[in-house]
């Protein structure tokens, strides 16, 4: 057994099976795991996913929201321990991979059009 062989058979143990498909345009709510001195909450972090990147156990997507008028971004690995949970809110009907574009965008022209003929 080579080592290509040794760490991919680590990685797929690591793997969450329990995700959802998610696709560029889709607004999420993530769960994210926070740790405030012992205790443990999740606090949900809603927006649309911006980008998708990467494969396997480094899969990553970015999530952007408007907060108090700011565009944040934050991006989440797919299959960390930190996150808790990723439920898809709504589907986007979008024609590119990235949606870098909405950076530039202000008010309801960041809308994304509903797609229907996905399931949730």
């Given amino acids: 057994m080579n080592a290509e062989e040794i760490i991919r058979s680590i990685e797929s143990e690591q793997l969450k099976t329990d995700l959802p498909i998610v696709h560029v345009g889709d607004t999420v709510r993530v769960g994210v795991r926070i740790i405030e001195g012992g205790k443990e909450r999740i606090q949900p972090y809603e927006g649309i996913v911006i980008a998708k990147r990467h494969g396997g156990i480094n899969q990553t997507i970015t999530v952007r929201r408007i907060f108090q008028g700011v ?19 709504r589907r986007g009907k979008v ?6 574009y909405l950076r530039d965008r202000v008010g309801k022209a960041t809308r994304v059009q509903q797609r229907f003929d996905r399931a949730l």
């Fill in 95 to 100: 024609r590119r991979a990235k949606l870098y």
């Fill in 71 to 89: 565009g944040v971004e934050r991006v989440f690995l797919l299959h960390s321990p930190r996150i808790a949970s990723i439920k898809i809110i």
